[in-house]
């Protein structure tokens, strides 16, 4: 088989099959061999006074292939659990399959060969006993296709995982002395960084590692770690902490930790450390499975004992395989990983990503509590707080003065730019672009435009122009050295936020709260005090969502604590590596489709469109997926107490056994699927999703903070 390039399942050569891809070819081949077996017992079972011979020893030979396709990991299995002085149910199956081939294998050799094999079976001689290759065989296979329903998931989930981790430190531009004494610009790894080292940010590329400012001045975006939307100027003698964005470039940074042991990566490793706990049902069937474990060995061990006793051997063993078979634990096995697969498909095609797998789906219906960050969370993009028209100029209205200063912003990438931006998509206006621009490090753009007639600034209060003139965090347009307008950016709501707020208290009885780093100083889409009473784009109605301004990321923690005690268990929503504690510290964690790579990384749930209309539609999907949780545990409890109870009697012959453990099997995986049509709301987001992303939504192009 000729192979191109690598899978996540795949050897890294490209070249041959992994073991994973060779299980799942052998699985193949011996579920098609299993079912030939099926409708060769139906035969030897119903006709048996006209079947011909032939038909066992093609039984011998297709149950031999599947002995020789599944055993090497039982045996394996089992050598080592004996070694350890251990049984497991995989190795007990093993064991009663080996026995079941064994004895149907003599049965049919010990008989010898007849003159003809068309002969009708019952022709063998009289010593010939009954076969079980059919029921050996479909045993291995059934449950061997259990076990690789649960990999299959479970390595679905951590590919999704793997999707963000980076698979290489990335590169900055580090200052290297030259054997002349001069200083160039290398282009190496962050990795490669030690303490001292001097490295130069590049505008709108994000700082690596926590830093000193040794040279320059300039502006960087603190958002992602602080909430504050507006750039905070840095100049020589900052610390500068890793994660954030360097608007405008021109620093010179001095490392003070490496790389490996930043803020951003002691927040990770954090995350890291309070991951991966499994779920309550998750430990519910292991523990129910080592009760039934210790049920049917007994059952079993019981039946034979019984049996052959009274009825001889063959009985004995025919009631021990009934038990075994009947009381595996395929439908057991399967009944929570079907339903969170299905679960997690739904949610997938929605726009969501369980990145905490099963435990984070069976705690969505126990949530009692919703926080949101604000900055990047509950607030779209940026815009324009205030546009004021300082002079009042004919030749120049407000429309002209604000394409000539997009187009001198346009390909920058610092807040204000993007405001600009927003603003003349918004008015469906073109851009004056200039004749020339000049980047000011920390004070703004120069530029002239109309054939140089005309002087272009737009420039903060840092720049002597601007002088007193404007106030922190506010932005002057001057036109031939006259201040022409001020403006002043702040970040609006998300349009679905009132009604996403309305669902989650009226609907589902949620205590909700803001928590944001946010001062009482800076521009905000939030009253900046008590209670969320109303500002800019928000409707009264309210007053019992918290709102809790200027907390740090240990701060947000804490208050995940108290909200814990309080009402109950907490869901985060957030978007910034500030928000990794309170993300941590939660039940569960939920971050926003335009998150950091750290929030992707460790977040219990990624949206991955901006509709937070999702966050209520995934609570109500919640307590679906528990029923159908519920309702497989039921049925396989159910299935597995009547069964033994009606194979120890010895009602049930093997193959009708391993045809209720089938049925039994289908019926979990049919249960299950009935998620994918529960919640027809949820298929309105899909189709959101299909609108907005053209590409596949394992694809969200996230920087490397």
Same mark, same amino acid.
């Given at each position: 088989?000729?192979?191109?390039?690598?899978?996540?399942?795949?050897?890294?050569?490209?070249?041959?099959?992994?073991?994973?891809?060779?299980?799942?070819?052998?699985?193949?081949?011996?579920?098609?061999?299993?079912?030939?077996?099926?409708?060769?017992?139906?035969?030897?079972?119903?006709?048996?006074?006209?079947?011909?011979?032939?038909?066992?020893?093609?039984?011998?030979?297709?149950?031999?292939?599947?002995?020789?396709?599944?055993?090497?990991?039982?045996?394996?299995?089992?050598?080592?659990?004996?070694?350890?002085?251990?049984?497991?149910? %995989?190795?007990?199956?093993?064991?009663?399959?080996?026995?079941?081939?064994?004895?149907?294998?003599?049965?049919?050799?010990?008989?010898?060969?007849?003159?003809?094999?068309?002969?009708?079976?019952?022709?063998?001689?009289?010593?010939?006993?009954?076969?079980?290759?059919?029921?050996?065989?479909?045993?291995?296979?059934?449950?061997?296709?259990?076990?690789?329903?649960?990999?299959?998931?479970?390595?679905?989930?951590?590919?999704?995982?793997?999707?963000?981790?980076?698979?290489?430190?990335?590169?900055?531009?580090?200052?290297?002395?030259?054997?002349?004494?001069?200083?160039?610009?290398?282009?190496?790894?962050?990795?490669?960084?030690?303490?001292?080292?001097?490295?130069?940010?590049?505008? $709108?590329?994000?700082?690596?590692?926590?830093?000193?400012?040794? $040279?320059?001045?300039?502006?960087?975006?603190?958002?992602?770690?602080?909430?504050?939307?507006?750039?905070?100027?840095?100049?020589?003698?900052?610390?500068?902490?890793?994660?954030?964005?360097?608007?405008?470039?021109?620093?010179?940074?001095?490392?003070?930790?490496?790389?490996?042991?930043?803020?951003?990566?002691?927040?990770?490793?954090?995350?890291?450390?309070?991951?991966?706990?499994?779920?309550?049902?998750?430990?519910?069937?292991?523990?129910?499975?080592?009760?039934?474990?210790?049920?049917?060995?007994? %059952?079993?061990?019981? $039946?034979?004992?019984?049996?052959?006793?009274?009825?001889?051997?063959?009985?004995?063993?025919?009631?021990?395989?009934?038990?075994?078979?009947? $009381?595996?634990?395929?439908?057991?096995?399967?009944?929570?990983?079907?339903?969170?697969?299905?679960?997690?498909?739904?949610?997938?095609?929605?726009?969501?990503?369980?990145?905490?797998?099963?435990?984070?789906?069976?705690?969505?219906?126990?949530?009692?509590?919703?926080?949101?960050?604000?900055?990047?969370?509950?607030?779209?993009?940026?815009?324009?707080?205030?546009?004021?028209?300082?002079?009042?100029?004919?030749?120049?209205?407000?429309?002209?003065?604000?394409?000539?200063?997009?187009?001198?912003?346009?390909?920058?990438?610092?807040?204000?730019?993007?405001?600009?931006?927003?603003?003349?998509?918004?008015?469906?206006?073109?851009?004056?672009?200039?004749?020339?621009?000049?980047?000011?490090?920390?004070?703004?753009?120069?530029?002239?435009?109309?054939?140089?007639?005309?002087?272009?600034?737009?420039?903060?209060?840092?720049?002597?122009?601007?002088?007193?003139?404007?106030?922190?965090?506010?932005?002057?347009?001057?036109?031939?050295?006259?201040?022409?307008?001020?403006?002043?950016?702040?970040?609006?709501?998300?349009?679905?936020?009132?009604?996403?707020?309305?669902?989650?208290?009226?609907?589902?009885?949620?205590?909700?709260?803001?928590?944001?780093?946010?001062?009482?100083? %800076?521009?905000?889409?939030?009253?900046?005090?008590?209670?969320?009473?109303?500002?800019?784009?928000?409707?009264?109605?309210?007053?019992?969502?918290?709102?809790?301004?200027?907390?740090?990321?240990?701060?947000?923690?804490?208050?995940?604590?108290?909200?814990?005690?309080?009402?109950?268990?907490?869901?985060?929503?957030?978007?910034?590596?500030?928000?990794?504690?309170?993300?941590?510290?939660?039940?569960?964690?939920?971050?926003?489709?335009?998150?950091?790579?750290?929030?992707?990384?460790?977040?219990? *749930?990624?949206?991955?469109?901006?509709?937070?209309?999702?966050?209520?539609?995934?609570?109500?999907?919640?307590?679906?997926?528990?029923?159908?949780?519920?309702?497989?545990? *039921?049925?396989?409890?159910?299935?597995?107490?009547?069964?033994?109870?009606?194979?120890?009697?010895?009602?049930?012959?093997?193959?009708?056994?391993?045809?209720?453990?089938?049925?039994?099997?289908?019926?979990?995986?049919?249960?299950?699927?009935?998620?994918?049509?529960?919640?027809?709301?949820?298929?309105?987001?899909?189709?959101?999703?299909?609108?907005?992303?053209?590409?596949?939504?394992?694809?969200?192009?996230?920087?490397?903070?």
């Amino acid at each position: 088989m000729e192979r191109h390039g690598s899978s996540p399942d795949g050897d890294p050569s490209g070249n041959r099959l992994s073991p994973l891809n060779l299980l799942y070819l052998r699985f193949a081949l011996a579920l098609i061999a299993s079912i030939f077996l099926i409708f060769i017992s139906l035969t030897l079972h119903f006709e048996s006074d006209q079947a011909p011979v032939f038909l066992r020893y093609v039984s011998l030979i297709l149950a031999t292939g599947v002995i020789v396709l599944l055993a090497g990991p039982f045996i394996d299995n089992l050598r080592r659990e004996i070694s350890d002085r251990r049984l497991s149910l %995989a190795s007990l199956i093993f064991t009663g399959s080996g026995a079941a081939y064994l004895l149907s294998a003599w049965n049919t050799l010990s008989a010898g060969i007849p003159d003809s094999l068309a002969l009708p079976v019952g022709d063998v001689a009289p010593y010939s006993g009954p076969t079980y290759f059919e029921t050996s065989a479909m045993i291995l296979t059934f449950y061997i296709g259990s076990l690789l329903i649960d990999t299959r998931i479970k390595r679905g989930m951590a590919a999704y995982s793997r999707f963000w981790q980076p698979q290489s430190s990335p590169e900055v531009l580090k200052e290297q002395p030259q054997n002349d004494g001069s200083v160039a610009a290398i282009r190496t790894t962050a990795d490669s960084l030690a303490v001292g080292d001097r490295f130069l940010t590049e505008a $709108g590329q994000p700082v690596l590692t926590d830093s000193l400012v040794a $040279g320059g001045s300039g502006f960087v975006d603190e958002s992602h770690l602080t909430g504050e939307p507006d750039p905070v100027s840095k100049k020589e003698g900052d610390t500068v902490s890793a994660g954030s964005i360097s608007i405008d470039g021109g620093l010179t940074l001095s490392v003070t930790h490496p790389y490996r042991e930043s803020s951003l990566h002691e927040y990770i490793r954090q995350a890291r450390a309070m991951r991966s706990r499994p779920g309550y049902y998750e430990r519910a069937a292991s523990r129910g499975a080592s009760i039934l474990l210790v049920c049917v060995i007994m %059952a079993a061990f019981f $039946g034979l004992g019984y049996h052959s006793s009274a009825y001889g051997m063959a009985d004995g063993l025919q009631v021990f395989l009934a038990v075994l078979l009947i $009381g595996c634990p395929c439908a057991f096995s399967i009944s929570t990983p079907a339903a969170l697969w299905v679960a997690n498909q739904r949610l997938h095609r929605s726009g969501v990503v369980a990145m905490g797998g099963s435990r984070a789906l069976e705690k969505l219906s126990d949530t009692r509590v919703v926080l949101f960050d604000k900055t990047g969370t509950l607030t779209e993009g940026v815009a324009f707080r205030s546009i004021d028209q300082a002079e009042d100029d004919p030749e120049w209205p407000l429309e002209r003065l604000m394409r000539v200063a997009g187009g001198l912003e346009m390909d920058q990438s610092h807040p204000f730019a993007r405001a600009f931006r927003r603003y003349l998509d918004q008015n469906d206006l073109d851009p004056v672009h200039p004749d020339e621009t000049r980047l000011l490090p920390g004070k703004g753009m120069e530029g002239w435009v109309l054939d140089r007639k005309h002087h272009i600034l737009l420039v903060n209060d840092r720049h002597e122009a601007a002088g007193r003139r404007l106030v922190s965090g506010e932005l002057g347009l001057f036109l031939d050295d006259r201040l022409m307008l001020r403006l002043q950016i702040y970040q609006p709501p998300r349009d679905q936020l009132e009604n996403v707020i309305t669902s989650l208290r009226n609907d589902l009885n949620m205590k909700v709260a803001v928590l944001t780093g946010d001062p009482s100083t %800076a521009s905000s889409a939030m009253p900046e005090d008590g209670n969320v009473h109303w500002h800019e784009g928000f409707s009264p109605g309210y007053d019992d969502v918290d709102y809790h301004k200027g907390c740090t990321p240990e701060q947000k923690a804490e208050w995940v604590d108290r909200y814990r005690k309080t009402y109950g268990k907490v869901m985060f929503v957030g978007d910034g590596t500030n928000d990794l504690m309170a993300i941590n510290k939660a039940d569960l964690g939920a971050g926003v489709y335009n998150g950091t790579l750290s929030i992707k990384n460790h977040a219990d *749930f990624v949206f991955f469109h901006p509709n937070l209309g999702v966050i209520p539609e995934i609570l109500r999907f919640s307590g679906k997926i528990h029923s159908t949780i519920r309702g497989n545990f *039921f049925w396989a409890v159910a299935y597995n107490v009547v069964g033994v109870g009606v194979a120890l009697m010895g009602w049930l012959h093997p193959f009708f056994a391993i045809l209720a453990m089938m049925l039994s099997s289908l019926f979990v995986t049919m249960h299950s699927g009935s998620l994918q049509r529960r919640q027809q709301s949820l298929a309105e987001l899909e189709n959101q999703v299909n609108n907005i992303t053209n590409e596949a939504l394992l694809k969200p192009g996230v920087s490397e903070t």
